[in-house]
């Protein structure tokens, strides 16, 4: 398969208390969210590279808050791998899939309105502990937003994608978008909250309503999730689940793989294209006068120049112990254990 260029006309960059905020993010993993589980816990922590991630994403950020979205990050991968676990088991039909994923939220929606922690493979007050911070440095009205997104997306939404795909609803590219980003499987909508809450602010709900500013978000949404399409469907597929933007062209359009990652490629490029025209009206008209606005804004450009960057480093995506070698385009060799990357072009003039 050979993978096009993609455009980033993004930026992010690295927080400078990334190796601090790194070890106490492997702390907290270790005695919090894994305790006891030494083995499981160093695989997250190499698979995810959650506090890599979200250090670029919020790079000039207060570090504390920034340490709070890297301990909730990897909790949501871990919740994310159960409900695809449970949502892809082998063996077992499409309705115990579904119940199997309905009980597991049910008991999660159970703690979190203050019944008893569940058996889990994570520990059930890791939740307990992030939800202390959040609600220390939040404002109320911010706490209380967060909180009732933080409830909906890890109960509602997770389980609302598990029953449209298991019961085969999504049979098109528009229904799958739709869900991704409108929808909130993506965990788009989430972290528009969560960002709020790193930046320490209360958008003017009306300017978030704008007609400008709803189309400059639905261009980012979509930004957010479509690289992970493109870079995660080798690892999908490997483990029987075939739902991301690639397969789906596959399946209702009849296209090639290599027609597939061409188009999303242009999609990412287009959803890019659309968010700049639109971030160029919103700067030079009135909306840019709202307080908080344009630094939300522009730092969910970075988050989803972060994200596209992880999604080439992570081996999550492409393998136990991947490195990535820098390369962006080209031809790459996918196996159902491994990504591999083309070799690293050697320079004009150079000689071995």
């Excluded at 007050?125 to 997104?149: M, Q, V, Y």
């Excluded at 689940?241 to 999303?264: F, K, M, W």
């Excluded at 112990?321 to 790459?332: D, I, M, P, R």
């Excluded at 996918?334 to 690293?344: D, E, G, K, Q, S």
């Amino acid at each position: 398969m050979t993978f096009p260029p993609v455009s980033q006309r993004f930026t992010c960059g690295l927080h400078p208390d990334y190796y601090d905020i790194l070890a106490r993010h492997e702390q907290w993993v270790r005695t919090r969210l894994l305790p006891g589980q030494p083995m499981a816990a160093n695989q997250i922590l190499a698979d995810n590279l959650s506090a890599l991630f979200v250090c670029m994403s919020y790079y000039r950020l207060e570090a504390e808050k920034v340490l709070d979205v890297c301990n909730l990050t990897d909790w949501l991968f871990f919740h994310d791998n159960d409900v695809a676990r449970l949502r892809t088991s082998p063996d077992t039909s499409d309705e115990r899939r579904e119940d199997a994923v309905r009980g597991y939220l049910d008991s999660l929606k159970t703690m979190l309105q203050g019944g008893p922690a569940p058996d889990q493979p994570w520990a059930m007050d890791s939740i307990g502990d992030l939800i202390t911070r959040f609600a220390g440095k939040a404002t109320p009205e911010g706490f209380t937003r967060l909180a009732e997104a933080f409830d909906h997306y890890s109960t509602v939404t997770i389980g609302d994608e598990a029953t449209n795909l298991l019961r085969h609803q999504v049979t098109d590219l528009d229904s799958y978008m739709h869900m991704r980003a409108a929808g909130g499987s993506s965990a788009t909508v989430f972290y528009h909250v969560v960002t709020q809450y790193v930046l320490g602010i209360d958008i003017d709900q009306t300017a978030l309503k704008h007609e400008l500013v709803e189309r400059y978000w639905a261009a980012i949404m979509d930004y957010w999730y479509l690289p992970n399409d493109l870079l995660s469907f080798r690892a999908e597929c490997a483990r029987g689940d075939h739902n991301n933007a690639i397969c789906l062209l596959r399946r209702s359009q009849g296209a090639t793989l290599q027609e597939a990652v061409d188009t999303v490629a242009r999609m990412i490029d287009d959803c890019q294209d659309t968010a700049v025209r639109c971030w160029n009206e919103i700067t030079s008209c009135s909306l840019a006068d709202v307080p908080g606005l344009i630094q939300l804004l522009e730092t969910f450009q970075h988050i989803g120049a972060a994200n596209h960057r992880w999604s080439f480093m992570a081996p999550r995506y492409h393998g136990r112990g991947f490195v990535w070698n820098g390369v962006l385009t080209g031809e790459l060799r996918l196996t159902p254990t491994h990504t591999y990357f083309p070799n690293v072009p050697m320079l004009e003039g150079i000689t071995r």
